[in-house]
């Protein structure tokens, strides 16, 4: 098996792990419900597309908690090859979910799946190795926000109409135009996540028709953990260190959302 | 004149007015150029407004151009990078280009409309492109990026022509503001300049107007200051030079009439030096501080110790250069006593009056203090005059003497005449009267001729009698209260028989009611009788007229006759003694011409005054004219009236109380010219003066009381502090107190002056009958009355009691008259005793003034001696000497 281990920066890492560990935990407390409203299908789907989100956040932990020796200057190799990268992500996978990414129980599906992100991440971490390791440069941008974008790009030329891995936000809240919400995606966040009364966490799913087909859709709230708000937190408009006006989020405000699509 | 060099307009008017005008014309130029400069900067404003709007419109296209190129940039950075943060930047930028272009539309719609549309297209077409690249459509974004950047360098094409244009819009009108400007500029220049000059020549012209005049006055005044007359004054008006003008010609003026004072001042204090250094006297004057002020060249002569005295030298210094120099006798005085004594009555402020012995004779010092408190000092050298005064007492003294002898001689002859021819017509009438009785008339004729011719010449001696006894002061007056009426026909009957001699007839015609007159009736009697006599010798068939007219005080008592009259020349010889009109009259119409000298005397005597009217052959008219009543010696029903005249109070109330309360009316005063006012007024019976008082002296007023007629015989005593008492006996004071006075002697004093002794009276008389007659008067008078036989026998009853008056016969037994009186007076006991001597023995002129000496009056025996005697009680009890009023020295 190829593999292409990725490195994750270690700032994205930390707000990496803090949104994960809080769908994690919404995961959990809604799965019962989850599992008697939907049918098994749905069931499947649904831990897929968990467990692909509950992988993304491990690496953008990785990338979060690698922040300082990615940007650190006067070393040549940093020893964040794909490899090591991934071995670091798999450990915080299982750390964090308490069983390994890849176990004998998966579908075929959920395999290849997996897989194809897993490939994904040894893919950006190895196109990054000479950013990573350029001595001269101080903080160099690969931060876990850019990484799950490069990662999820990589994964869905790998899967095609299988599966979608997106990073999307309130459209306001969003820095990559490519990060925009769809229309389904405005209307949920819009209409539900943002609402006041939304339980905290509580991820969405449904079945959408799209093009005649139809489609399996999930969104799964993040919210801004203390170290998300280095970048997105106050004062408003004050340049980060990424050259971006900071958004003036506070702690546990909506700050992002995993958008998954699964065909069915 | 200068008149023409200053602008006659101007000048009319005041400073003020002068500098208002300047004022006023200058802020005038002021406020015309400020306001063609408001209108000028105005005028700019809208002109830089203009430019500025229009470099607005350019700034407003400006900022589409750059809006724009904004937006393509961001567009184009959206393209690159798709960060939402481009594309919202992009959107602000559109978003401010379309808010130019709102602005732009409002002065250029087309061009701002013809942007829009384009920037819109711009940018759907970037925002497709983007979409492209988002979905990763990169060949289509390309495609749309490639028409993106043509609309964009269309739309640059427009706003670069648009801005191009603006700004050659704002440049020209930039440009023509900034000429506009500069013109404005040019003019305010100009208008400064214009105002400057005008500002420059109308200053000149006002301070010319004002200054010219102003130097003038200057120059007049530093004239004015160098005592010069001011010239070139500008002319007098009512201008503020016009003014000055006027008030340095009246300051001219006062300095000339200053200076005319002035020069009067001086030549007044030349005047006053010429006279100080022309008066015969020594003249000093000292300052309040006593130094000598002033001094003349006799003052120099007197006291040549003087010349040596330096400037500033006091009267001390004066003194002591006066020892020093031995100019003074000290007598018994030590000098140092001599010099207090000099020191103290020169700062008398009363001043000083004092004969000082000065080398061999006398200086009299008079001081007087000047109301500063200086001191006045005049030496006048008496020396000369009091030797004078000596030679003149004994020339008078020889003259009265001679006079006196004549009385004598003729008292005398008239005595030894009418002896004898008493003999002759007593005896003659005897022979008659035994012819008569025997029948044997034949020899009557002749006796009757001889009796007549005896009565004759004892008329003649008497009337020489009267004349001596006349001159030699003799005569007295015994004024009583007389009915004229009854007096008038006592005399027709007396003068019936003279007036018949002559066949003349007497017509009498007295004023009914004619009352009573207060005067001596014998000496009345004598002159009418003398002037009816004397009218009855010179009318023959005549009429005699008697006329008798109360007149104001007096009575007149006119005697006319038709007789021969006189011629003027007889009338101015007419009453002197021994003269008749003619001297052939007394040969005609006999008489001694002694007559009417009496008259005259006896009238001067009463107070009265004869006087005649006459015309040779026309007759005479003989007037007599006596007082109807004496004047007032004093208030005989009240206490004796005493004037204090004396400046000090304090020795008014003292005198005032010590006279008071020994029962005498007191009047005080407190200066010269109301004690002779009160003196005239109210006829005091003794006057007390103080010498030394302020304006008016003591001395003065004693001179003008011994001049007055009728205040002559007011006995003065003078009161002072000062010791002259020679001098103030010399011009008349009967008696010389000095302060502080002795009550005892003061009171002595005026009791003598009137009469305060005793009334008891011891008449001394061998003649009971003589005594019984003066007793029954002297008791009826409210005497008390002891008598005595012989002079032993009254200075023994004098020894026990001194009797306020004595009554003294001169031939008696034992111890006559002459001896008793000298004894009187040889006691001092009785040495001031008044004793009136009462005789029939006519008195030789020793025996006469023997007695003037020492007894107070002396009085004949006969017929009127009663009348004589009480009038001589009346009036000298209480003199001092026995010196008769008529005869004493002074009056």
């Known amino acids: ?264 | 004149m200068n008149i023409a060099i200053r602008p006659p307009r101007l000048n009319r008017h005041a400073i003020p007015l002068r500098v208002g005008g300047l004022s006023a014309m200058l802020l005038g130029a002021l406020v015309l150029s400020s306001a063609l400069m408001a209108i000028e900067f105005s005028a700019n404003q809208r002109r830089i407004a203009e430019a500025t709007e229009r470099f607005h419109r350019l700034q407003i296209a400006a900022d589409a151009q750059r809006e724009f190129g904004s937006m393509r940039y961001w567009l184009t950075e959206l393209a690159v990078s798709l960060l939402t943060l481009s594309e919202r930047r992009a959107q602000d930028a559109r978003g401010r280009l379309e808010d130019s272009l709102d602005e732009l539309k409002t002065f250029a719609p087309n061009a701002a409309a013809e942007i829009d549309a384009a920037a819109q297209t711009y940018w759907q077409t970037c925002i497709a492109a983007v979409d492209a690249y988002t979905d990763d459509n990169r060949v289509i974004g390309n495609s749309l990026m490639a028409q993106a950047r043509q609309r964009s360098d269309g739309v640059n094409v427009i706003i670069a022509r648009l801005v191009r244009e603006l700004a050659e819009e704002a440049d020209r009108a930039s440009s023509m503001a900034s000429v506009a400007s500069g013109a404005a500029q040019t003019r305010s220049i100009i208008a400064c300049i214009v105002i400057v000059i005008l500002g420059v020549v109308l200053t000149v012209v006002v301070l010319r107007s004002i200054l010219s005049p102003l130097r003038r006055i200057n120059r007049a005044m530093a004239a004015l200051q160098e005592g010069r007359a001011p010239r070139d004054l500008p002319p007098e008006g009512s201008d503020e030079f016009g003014r000055i003008s006027a008030t340095l010609r009246i300051l001219h003026e006062a300095q000339r009439a200053r200076a005319a004072l002035e020069e009067a001042a001086a030549e007044q204090r030349r005047t006053v030096i010429t006279a100080i250094e022309t008066i015969p006297d020594g003249f000093a004057l000292f300052d309040p501080a006593d130094r000598i002020v002033m001094r003349n060249q006799r003052f120099l002569e007197l006291f040549p110790s003087a010349r040596d005295l330096p400037e500033g030298a006091t009267f001390a210094d004066f003194l002591d250069a006066q020892i020093a120099a031995g100019e003074v006798e000290f007598f018994d005085q030590t000098p140092e006593d001599w010099r207090e004594g000099r020191l103290a009555s020169h700062a008398d402020p009363r001043g000083m009056r004092a004969q000082v012995p000065w080398r061999s004779g006398w200086l009299l010092v008079t001081k007087r203090k000047t109301p500063d408190g200086g001191t006045v000092a005049v030496y006048s050298d008496i020396s000369e005059m009091l030797d004078r005064q000596v030679d003149l007492d004994a020339a008078r003294r020889d003259a009265e003497e001679a006079n006196q002898a004549k009385s004598r001689f003729l008292a005398s002859m008239s005595h030894e005449l009418r002896t004898p021819l008493n003999a002759i017509i007593g005896y003659s009438e005897m022979l008659i009267e035994d012819a008569i009785d025997s029948g044997d008339t034949g020899n009557v004729l002749d006796l009757e001729r001889i009796v007549s011719a005896g009565r004759h010449l004892l008329a003649l001696i008497n009337d020489v009698l009267d004349l001596s006894k006349i001159e030699a002061g003799k005569m007295e007056v015994y004024i009583e209260r007389v009915e004229l009426a009854p007096l008038i026909e006592d005399v027709r009957l007396t003068v019936a028989p003279l007036v018949g001699k002559n066949d003349n007839t007497l017509h009498v015609d007295v004023e009914p009611g004619i009352g009573t007159i207060e005067t001596d009736r014998t000496k009345l009697r004598q002159n009418l009788f003398n002037l009816l006599s004397n009218a009855s010798k010179f009318a023959k068939s005549g009429r005699i007229e008697l006329i008798v007219r109360r007149e104001a005080h007096m009575v007149r008592f006119d005697v006319r006759d038709d007789g021969i009259g006189m011629t003027e020349a007889q009338i101015a010889r007419l009453f002197q003694p021994f003269a008749q009109a003619e001297s052939s009259t007394s040969r005609t119409y006999g008489g001694t011409g002694l007559g009417l000298s009496i008259v005259r005397h006896f009238a001067d005597l009463l107070g009265g005054s004869v006087s005649v009217v006459s015309e040779p052959g026309k007759g005479s008219t003989f007037t007599l004219r006596l007082p109807a009543a004496p004047r007032a010696q004093q208030d005989l029903d009240g206490a004796p009236t005493i004037l204090v005249i004396d400046d000090d109070k304090n020795a008014q109330l003292s005198l005032g109380t010590v006279l008071r309360r020994a029962g005498y009316t007191v009047l005080t005063a407190g200066d010269a010219e109301s004690g002779l006012e009160m003196a005239r007024r109210h006829r005091p019976s003794v006057v007390l003066l103080d010498i030394i008082m302020p304006e008016r002296d003591g001395w003065s007023v004693l001179r003008e009381i011994k001049e007055d007629t009728l205040l002559c015989e007011t006995p003065v005593i003078l009161v002072s502090v000062l010791s002259d008492r020679e001098m103030g006996l010399a011009f008349g004071a009967v008696d010389h107190l000095v302060k502080p006075v002795d009550q005892t002697r003061l009171l002595e004093a005026i009791e003598r002056l009137n009469g305060g002794r005793p009334r008891e009276v011891l008449v001394v008389d061998d003649d009971p009958a003589a005594r019984g007659m003066f007793r029954r008067l002297l008791v009826r008078e409210g005497w008390e009355v002891r008598e005595a036989a012989d002079g032993e026998r009254a200075l023994a009853l004098i020894d026990e009691q001194i009797p306020g008056l004595v009554i003294l016969d001169l031939m008696m037994p034992n111890l006559d008259g002459f001896e008793t009186l000298r004894r009187l007076r040889a006691s001092t006991r009785t040495s001031e005793l008044p004793v009136i001597v009462a005789t029939s023995k006519d008195l030789s002129r020793r025996e006469f003034e023997w007695l003037g000496r020492h007894a107070r009056d002396v009085v004949r025996k006969g017929e009127d001696g009663r009348a004589d005697l009480l009038a001589a009680i009346e009036r000298h009890v209480g003199k001092r000497d026995g010196i008769p009023r008529e005869a004493r020295p002074g009056d």
């Open chain 1, 1 to 264: 098996m190829k593999m292409s281990l990725l490195a994750g920066s270690h700032r994205e890492d930390r707000a990496l792990r803090a949104v994960c560990a809080a769908a994690l935990l919404a995961v959990a407390l809604l799965l019962p419900q989850v599992l008697s409203a939907s049918d098994s299908e749905d069931a499947s789907l649904i831990e897929t597309g968990n467990r692909l989100a509950a992988l993304l956040r491990a690496g953008r932990n990785v990338v979060s908690t690698n922040q300082a020796r990615i940007n650190q200057t006067g070393v040549g190799d940093k020893e964040l090859s794909a490899v090591a990268f991934v071995i670091e992500v798999m450990h915080a996978y299982e750390t964090q979910n308490g069983q390994p990414a890849l176990t004998e129980e998966m579908s075929p599906l959920d395999e290849k799946l997996v897989k194809a992100q897993l490939d994904s991440m040894v893919e950006v971490l190895d196109d990054a190795q000479p950013l990573i390791n350029n001595p001269d440069l101080g903080f160099k941008g690969f931060i876990p926000a850019v990484f799950a974008r490069l990662v999820n790009e990589k994964f869905a030329t790998k899967v095609g109409h299988l599966a979608r891995i997106k990073v999307t936000a309130p459209r306001n809240l969003v820095r990559n135009r490519s990060a925009l919400p769809d229309a389904w995606e405005t209307e949920i966040i819009n209409g539900r996540l943002l609402s006041p009364d939304w339980p905290r966490g509580q991820p969405w799913y449904e079945t959408v028709e799209a093009n005649g087909r139809a489609r399996f859709r999930m969104i799964i709230p993040e919210y801004y953990s203390r170290s998300c708000l280095t970048c997105h937190g106050e004062p408003k408009g004050e340049v980060d260190a990424t050259g971006f006006p900071r958004e003036g989020g506070k702690l546990g405000d909506l700050g992002s959302a995993i958008s998954i699509t699964l065909s069915k």
